[in-house]
């Protein structure tokens, strides 16, 4: 089993900045630099959508609408994913999961609330 902790969320203004952060824990075997790690966010009332992820420096994808402002970066010998974020906008506003893919599976972390105000 794997399991993801995450902190950093908030409140912020907006154009103000936050960093995420989510650590993974659980069988050394099943994490990895090989794992990709990512950020996912869901408003109310939408879907969950993928925000960033990581698997190498070379290997990452964002969502067109955060492009610019945030991100994500992996400490591997912490086994943690940041997301930076900067330049926040009251649409940004979501719970912010993170992911990690190993063992031939997703496992989620329990989200961290992000509100942007304007």
């Known amino acids: 089993q794997v399991q993801l902790v995450e902190s950093g969320g908030g409140l912020v203004q907006a154009g103000g900045s936050l960093r995420l952060s989510c650590t993974a824990s659980g069988s050394i075997f099943s994490i990895n630099a090989a794992n990709a790690m990512g950020w996912y966010r869901q408003a109310p009332g939408k879907q969950r959508e993928l925000v960033a992820d990581?698997?190498?420096?070379?290997?990452?994808s964002y969502a067109d609408s955060v492009k610019g402002r945030f991100t994500i970066s992996r400490d591997n010998a912490k086994n943690t994913v940041y997301l930076q974020m900067n330049s926040l906008k009251p649409e940004d506003t979501a719970v912010y999961y993170c992911?990690?893919?190993?063992?031939?599976?997703?496992?989620w972390g329990q989200g961290t609330q992000v509100t942007v105000s304007s």
């Open positions: 992911k990690i893919f190993t063992g031939g599976r997703d496992f």
């Open positions: 990581i698997i190498s420096r070379s290997t990452i």
